[in-house]
């Protein structure tokens, strides 16, 4: 490489650091949940710079909390073993068949996939469900949905040991009944749950379209309760995009500083969500 071409390149380097040093600082001790759905889980090489991002927001003094879903892994595996699987606005009707396959696929394969990228690029990922240590109770969400738990309970304090100890949390949205019952909770809800119960300074609900969509088919930047409630009554947001609104705006309105719907297709899409100017995505406001 030409002296000149390696000056520019390290004054380029230089001006990404500087404009960076800000969002570090702003950042340093900050607790980040980070939802990773099932449809922005791509290939073995998106699965490593996703977790070379979240490692590398370990290494600046951020605390990352990975809480994951895997809806077309699990339709993967009912149709496998023929198992019919219906939802209801974005939520899965879950009977004791189903509920079996959720949690070995949820807190199996999908989960260990993500611990495994994460360890790869020299973290330390602990992968856990909602039952771990008491994470997350739930009770029944409505007796239409079967095993669908909405949380009632959390004790986050096992994440706050992982965070003492450099440790990266992967959590699977699988909780625990009052009477023994294992419940499915959607992954969204989940999240927001765990940013909540966590009063964390930032949740990123990663997915596979570039943010909420309007009516024209535009990603809203900035969407509060008001426009979410239009666009759901309208027939705007629909399927998988309602647990998500209704996560974010519940997330903000219980403390959460902000919450954005990302597009995790993106390559280092959290990165640039937390430490640029513009962003990506749609931000929900209370
Ligand atoms: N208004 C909207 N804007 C964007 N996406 C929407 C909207 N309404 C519904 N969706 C759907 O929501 C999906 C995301 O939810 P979901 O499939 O559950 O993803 P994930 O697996 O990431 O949780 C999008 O792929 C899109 O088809
Ligand atoms: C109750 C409910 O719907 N649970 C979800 C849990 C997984 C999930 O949320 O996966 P995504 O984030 O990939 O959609 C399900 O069974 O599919």
Not at 77 to 103: P, W, Y
Not at 130 to 138: H, P, R, S, V
Not at 238 to 263: Q, Y
Request: aromatic share 4%; net charge negative; charged share 20%.
């Amino acid at each position: 490489m030409k002296k000149q071409d390696m000056n520019r390149d390290w004054i380029a380097t230089a001006e990404t650091l500087s404009s960076a040093l800000p969002y570090l600082q702003r950042y340093d001790g900050a607790i980040v949940v980070v939802k990773l759905g099932g449809h922005a889980m791509g290939s073995d090489e998106a699965m490593e710079t996703f977790a070379r991002d979240i490692v590398l927001l370990r290494q600046v003094g951020v605390n990352p909390v990975i809480v994951h879903g895997g809806g077309p892994m699990i339709n993967a595996m009912l149709e496998k073993l023929q198992i019919k699987s219906d939802f209801v606005n974005g939520k899965r009707v879950t009977d004791a068949a189903t509920m079996e396959v959720v949690e070995m696929v949820l807190s199996g394969v999908v989960n260990k996939r993500i611990v495994q990228a994460i360890n790869r690029q020299g973290g330390a990922g602990v992968g856990l469900s909602g039952k771990d240590a008491n994470l997350i109770t739930c009770t029944q969400a409505d007796p239409d949905l079967g095993f669908v738990g909405t949380p009632s309970q959390m004790d986050p304090s096992v994440l706050h040991h992982l965070f003492e100890q450099d440790m990266i949390p992967v959590i699977a949205p699988i909780g625990a009944g009052p009477n023994g019952e294992t419940f499915n909770i959607n992954g969204d809800t989940a999240a927001g749950a765990i940013a909540s119960a966590l009063k964390a300074d930032r949740l990123l609900l990663l997915t596979d379209v570039s943010g909420v969509k309007n009516g024209a088919g535009e990603v809203v930047t900035e969407l509060k309760a008001a426009d979410v409630e239009a666009m759901t009554r309208d027939g705007v947001i629909i399927g998988g995009m309602i647990p998500k609104t209704e996560t974010a705006l519940a997330a903000v309105r219980s403390g959460v500083r902000a919450c954005t719907i990302v597009d995790g297709r993106v390559p280092n899409a959290v990165l640039l969500e937390l430490f640029t100017d513009h962003g990506a995505g749609s931000m929900i406001r209370p």
